[in-house]
């Protein structure tokens, strides 16, 4: 366990990993701060802006940094979208997506039609990322994708 505390304006670590030297140093730096491995921007009024996980990291191959977890955002808000995990596949990036297949059946839709509408929002997502962050491909996933007890999709068994 580890125990923050904020002194001044710098945060300080109080505690280690119980009897696990080896945890401890994989997460404190050797200047005392804690590698989180969140990577975050900061805008020009002072904001902390989430972007991704440093072991989530997509480099593409224009050399971008692509965060998917910035686009399975954009992804998760489109019509019939249910989730979704951003992967990449052979150096292109792919959209795994578990349509919301309860809605599509309230507006009467056969799966057959969700799938093909889900399909539909590709060109609609890559207009509103940068070119270098474009998904290929969606590849629909029928079943919800495995989850942590705190519902984290378990990205690992995607990749």
Known sequence: EIS???VGSEMCIR???YKNPEATAEVL??????NTGDICTIDSDGYLYLRGRKKNMILSSSGQNVYPEEIEVR????PLVGESVVVDRGG????????DYEAGHK???TDTEIDAR???NLPVLNASLPAYARVTRFEIHADEFEKTPKHSIRRFLYQ
């Open 4 to 6: 923050l505390g904020l």
């Open 15 to 17: 505690d280690r990993y």
């Open 29 to 34: 730096g050797a200047d005392g701060w804690l």
């Open 75 to 78: 992804l998760n808000n489109l």
């Open 92 to 99: 292109k990036i792919v959209a795994l997506v578990h349509p």
């Open 107 to 109: 507006l009467g839709l």
């Open 118 to 120: 889900v399909m539909e």
